[in-house]
């Protein structure tokens, strides 16, 4: 059995692997989640593995490398997929150094824990041992809005906080390849939406105000345009380049789906009028009325879009949802799971909401 150590499982993405993980190989594999439980990560994502006696959860500190030997020393871990990172750009901007800490110093940590645990002598590696670090398109800047993509051979031009400390952890990792061979990838996704994101990121956040009539903040003009990318598509292609990847490559991961801010939010007014049942006192509260403009985000970058040619040339991997088949999927979630979004947006979330976008 095939022993894969996630970091970070309890938030977004990682959730959603593991989930799509357990769906594809059952009890062929076993899954060792390592998450910190920040504000970001929420044992209810998982509560369906829960009772796995192929899973174990560790509540960790990817910085603690005493944990992280511990994790290393108590199993025979084939796999690392490491997602833990802090990860919206809006707090990077109000405390960086969070961001370093977690993704730089975090990172190191598990480079050279797994280094240690699997490296022989000689320094060569067991066959099948293999680290996968997962990392944005935010490392290679910002497009212009009339063409060109991002490239693996792209420069890396980081505009904030989270985009720098995100290249430098994607730097941290060329380096182990080069320096002691290690066995690694790293995978670059574009903007990611789906089941379990947590509201502090524009689809849940646009879906859950505009269910309570709230408004809908828009950073600058909303024509900012990213790529997106639906979240099972992305842990589909990540466990496909722990597959077939070529070690030490970087592949990116695209989802062809270029939409300004703008416009998302108007899809999902619309999908969420298309949805609601006509009886539904959250139908009438659902309108474009409810977008408010506000101060631009600092650093905003303009324009984001992957071409992810290498990934499907090499491993054979393409984005098989489309935006809106997407969106349908993610707000049909979202109502199947109210307590959920309660659970996440109490406390704490309101004051961070109040704070960063100045609207009631």
Known sequence: ???????????????????????????????????????????????????????????????????????????????????????????SIKSPEVFVRTNVLGTAVMLNCAREAWERPDGTYPEGKRFLHVSTDEVYGSLEEDGGYFYETTPYAPHSPYSASKASSDMLVRAYMDTYHFPANITNCSNNYGPYQFPEKLIPLIINNALQGKKLPVYGDGKNVRDWLYVEDHAKAIDM????????????????????????????????????????????????????????????????????????????????????????????????????????????????????????
């Open 241 to 360: 380049v722990q597959e077939k990847g070529r070690l030490f490559e970087t592949y990116n991961i695209g989802g062809h789906n270029e939409k300004q801010n703008i416009e998302i939010i108007h899809i999902i007014i619309e999908t969420l009028q298309e949805m609601l049942a006509a009886d539904d006192p959250r139908r009438a509260l659902v309108s474009p009325d409810l977008i408010t403009y506000v101060e631009d985000r600092k650093g905003h970058d303009r324009r984001y879009a992957i071409a992810p040619d290498k990934i499907r040339d090499e491993i054979g991997w393409e984005p098989e949802t489309m935006f809106r088949e997407g969106i349908r999927r993610t707000i049909g979630w979202y109502f199947a799971h109210e307590d959920w979004m309660k659970n996440v947006t109490s406390g704490e979330y309101q004051k961070y909401y109040d704070d960063m976008y100045h609207v009631k």
């Open 1 to 91: 059995m095939r022993t894969y150590l996630v970091t970070g499982g309890a938030g977004f993405i990682g959730s959603n692997y593991i989930h799509y993980m357990f769906g594809k190989y059952d009890n062929e594999i076993r899954i060792i989640n390592v998450d910190a439980l920040t504000y970001a990560g929420n044992p209810e994502n998982l509560q369906e593995v829960e009772g796995r006696e192929n899973y174990t959860f560790v509540r960790a500190d990817i910085c603690d490398k005493e944990a992280i030997t511990r994790i290393f020393a108590e199993n025979d871990i084939d796999r690392v997929v490491h997602f833990a990172a802090e990860s919206h750009v809006d707090r």
